[in-house]
């Protein structure tokens, strides 16, 4: 990143902040929390960001979990411009070279080459689409009476009404009632597991939940389950192999349509273009965006396998009547094709496997901390770091101890963006990340952590 950004500060920087605290509405954050000392960025490059005061760090969340290619690349700005040079938007009805070309490609990487893909603007509309789509697909193959929606207690999949009723995080405000037929089952946790037990055997155990709600409400009821692979809101759990396989074998069994939420683990997140396939799980319906387009357009997608597709293939009836308007913009596809042509020249998807080993690697020395609890990863590039009171007894710190609100400060202050590193400090940096950039991030969090230990008295 060369650095001619101009800095603001002095009027102009608490006229931005004035401005800001008086119009923006910052998405579920608390107002009073940043107003005044906003964090306002126009430049990147690679995995560095670099604030409006002039400060250069690394981005370790990549955004929100989606800038898969890093910053700054000018080819996808390049891409962009040339399709708003054509036409920006087809008339309706129609479409454009970007979006059949970037249909296509998603199928090419896609475990079924024959899916057909509905695009949409991001991951909850990715979400609702794919649940609406099984709903669909059972009444067209008589499961008329199929409503119901199995999903998990503290993932995330969206912050639109549906979406939320399927979540049950903290993160997302439900405010009303949830959505008729959301039924939840408990979620995979590595650290603390649910059930006593070897962990293969207790992950297999919360996939049969599955199976026990599917029995109790009857198969006839239940149109979908829908789960992360990996969820980074629950905390970043890998589960064994064992237990995709086992949501698998459950959804065939009673005919319910397995929907794998990628929404964060798509394109290449997990060192495969699409989580399940480390496990060889080819899910019914597949959500889809973030890394989608990196972030440099604002894109998600419904993956249909063929035999799901191919239910609205047919008279007037089997029409998915569904319609986002600016879903598939062609400004976006042509972004993501030019994403994925990142991916493919620098074969990103193989760097977040060999970079997500190194990560996990260098995390392991954090243990050197007292309160480390747990140190999460080794699939691609999505790692956490759990801290604790008591590490024996997996103590969580008390909300007192603040942790949300010192460390993504402290981390800024050793130039790590983080903004959400708190009791789990989350990592998921750019999939273009090198091993020196890595030794940065580590390094920061090791002396963050003992300074935080030194403040808060543990010795
Ligand atoms: C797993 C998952 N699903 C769905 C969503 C919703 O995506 P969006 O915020 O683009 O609507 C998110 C967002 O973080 C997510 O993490």
């Not at 962009?80 to 199928?107: C, F, N």
């Not at 995979?188 to 962990?199: H, K, L, V």
């Not at 029995?215 to 009821?221: E, I, L, M, Q």
């Not at 956490?384 to 993504?408: C, H, I, M, Y």
């Amino acid at each position: 990143m060369t650095s001619t950004t101009q800095t603001v500060s002095g009027e102009r920087l608490e006229e931005l902040q004035q401005m800001a605290g008086e119009h923006l509405f910052m998405h579920a954050a608390q107002t009073n929390d940043w107003r005044g000392s906003l964090k306002i960025f126009e430049k990147g490059e690679g995995v560095w960001v670099e604030d409006i005061e002039g400060n250069r760090l690394i981005d370790a969340m990549g955004g929100l979990w989606y800038k898969a290619a890093g910053y700054g690349r000018r080819e996808i700005a390049d891409a962009m411009y040339q399709q708003l040079m054509g036409i920006e938007s087809p008339p309706a009805g129609s479409s454009t070279v970007s979006q059949i070309e970037l249909a296509a490609k998603v199928a090419e990487l896609y475990p079924d080459h024959g899916a057909r893909v509905f695009f949409v603007s991001g991951g909850s509309e990715a979400v609702e689409t794919a649940v609406k789509m099984a709903k669909k697909h059972q009444q067209l193959n008589g499961k008329a009476g199929a409503f119901k929606v199995i999903s998990r207690r503290y993932s995330y999949h969206g912050g639109t009404a549906m979406a939320v009723s399927l979540g049950r995080s903290p993160a997302a405000d439900p405010a009303g009632p949830e959505m008729p037929g959301a039924i939840h089952v408990t979620n995979w946790n590595s650290y603390r597991m649910p059930f006593d037990g070897d962990p293969v055997d207790v992950a297999v155990k919360c996939a049969n939940e599955f199976e026990t709600v599917i029995v109790h409400n009857g198969p006839s009821t239940v149109a979908a389950m829908i789960a992360e692979p990996v969820s980074a809101a629950a905390g970043i759990h890998i589960p064994p192999a064992e237990y995709w396989q086992r949501l698998r074998e459950i959804a065939d069994k009673y005919g319910v349509v397995l929907i794998a939420d990628e929404v964060i683990t798509g394109f290449g997140r997990t060192g495969e273009y699409f989580a399940p396939s480390n496990w060889g799980v080819q899910p019914d319906i597949t959500a889809v965006a973030k890394a989608l387009t990196s972030g440099y357009a604002p894109l998600g997608a419904a993956i249909a396998t063929k035999r799901i597709a191919d239910s609205f293939v047919g008279g007037a009836e089997q029409t998915f009547r569904h319609l986002i308007t600016f879903g598939g913009h062609p400004v976006a596809a042509a972004a993501a094709l030019a994403n994925l042509k990142i991916f493919e020249k620098e074969d990103l998807v193989g760097n977040s496997r060999r970079m997500g080993d190194y990560l996990f690697d260098q995390l392991q020395r954090l243990y050197d901390h007292q309160i480390v609890g747990d140190v999460r990863g080794g699939l691609g590039l999505l790692a956490a770091v759990e801290l604790v009171q008591d590490r024996q007894n997996k103590t969580a710190f008390p909300a007192s101890a603040g942790l949300a609100k010192r460390l993504p400060k402290m981390l800024y202050d050793r130039k790590i963006v983080s903004f959400r590193a708190g009791d789990v400090i989350s990592l998921c940096p750019p999939l273009s990340i090198t091993a020196d950039e890595i030794d940065f991030i580590v390094n920061a969090l090791d002396d963050a952590l003992t300074q935080l230990e030194s403040d808060l008295g543990v010795s």
